[in-house]
């Protein structure tokens, strides 16, 4: 899970800047509206990203993003819903059968082995599973449609 984001605004991000913070989609909404001097509504999701341009991280930045996949069959994938922090990465494929992979970014950075029934990560798994549910009630997630769609 990455996708780069390129960003120019003259006078306010210095050329060359590289911000390694966890953002998404969701933060794009406040960045405009805090961009414009307006006040971002409480049930946005997201975080303006202006503070990242400005210098460090914020302590209290995310430490993980959640991320879900609704459809079914395109681009050849199961619905599947997923955490990624800085390390590591649970994803939980949930229809048409429940299956689990577990990545450790930084050992395997292609994800090319899951280490999801690996006993060395039953604690990190036990973190991330905690972390996925923690996330889906933050941002509101239905229950997970386990019917096959037409």
Known sequence: LSMPLLMRWPGRIEPGTRIDALVQNIDYAPTFLDM???RV???????SLLPLF???K????????YYHYYDDGSYNLPRFEGVRG???????YYYPKQEWELFDLEKDPGEMTSQHANPEY?????RLEAKLSELRKQYD???LNLKKRR
């Open 122 to 126: 039953v604690e990190v798994r036990a």
């Open 41 to 47: 509504p409480q049930e946005v999701d997201g975080r």
């Open 141 to 143: 997630v239905p229950p």
């Open 58 to 65: 914020p302590d209290d930045w995310r430490d993980s993003v």
């Open 86 to 92: 800085e390390r590591f990465k649970l994803i939980s």
């Open 54 to 56: 400005k210098g460090p």
């Open 36 to 38: 414009a001097e307006m």
